[in-house]
């Protein structure tokens, strides 16, 4: 079985939409863990009710980032995963934990890349008045928001919109690529091709 294991922060309503891909059959794989960095992310308690196992590592006990990612890199290395999905990880990883796992980290970001790396991505789109906003499936690499894209939903920004409308439309189309990605992924039919060397 094709197994995956989640990390998150917070809500995790793209887990649920992984789990009810999942359970329906439309994912072939299994979730083996919900690893979050913090104890009162309200996905831990959706991965509770579906039964998978969650495990709680709290940034807050580690004295830098690397004995955290190194805490975190051995966690995840026991279910022996095929892929890592960062859903809602508010954390960013250092250097050498995304290397031991390129090409089987993938992460979701609020914007159509390679537009709008890092944070406040509605409010800039709307600043710069795009017609059209989005979110991106990648690979995660090093270099921050900048790995290979995988799948990405456009939707359309409209006049009357502010930063909380845009930011619930591009939520929406979330709920249907990242599923779909992690589906493509599972059988086979996305693959990482590492920009390195080219
Ligand atoms: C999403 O907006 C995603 O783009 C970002 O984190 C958020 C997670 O939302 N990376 P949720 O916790 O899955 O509801």
Redesign the pocket.
């Known amino acids: 079985m094709y197994k995956i294991i989640v990390l998150?922060s917070?809500?995790?309503?793209?887990?649920q939409k992984i789990i009810e891909h999942i359970d329906s059959g439309e994912i072939k794989a299994e979730i083996s863990a919900v690893i979050s960095n913090r104890p009162d992310a309200y996905?831990l308690q959706r991965a509770t009710k579906a039964n998978i196992p969650t495990v709680v590592l709290e940034h807050t006990h580690f004295s830098d980032r690397e004995s955290f990612d190194e805490s975190l890199a051995q966690i995840i290395d026991s279910y022996e995963p095929d892929l890592i999905v960062?859903?809602?990880f508010m954390r960013i990883l250092s250097d050498t934990f995304v290397e031991q796992f390129e090409g089987k980290l993938i992460?979701?970001?609020?914007s159509l890349l390679p537009k709008y790396k890092g944070l406040h991505t509605h409010k800039r789109a709307l600043e710069n008045s795009e017609t059209e906003h989005g979110?991106s499936v990648h690979f995660v690499i090093p270099e921050l928001d900048a790995g290979s894209v995988i799948l990405q939903g456009v939707v359309p920004v409209k006049p009357s919109d502010t930063e909380e409308t845009l930011a619930e439309r591009?939520?929406q189309i979330?709920h249907i690529i990242y599923p779909k990605a992690i589906k493509w992924l599972a059988e086979g039919k996305a693959i990482n091709i590492p920009l390195a060397g080219l």
Do not use: C, K, T
């Open positions: 998150l917070g809500n995790g309503s793209n887990l996905g960062l859903a809602g992460n979701i970001h609020p979110a591009v939520h979330e």
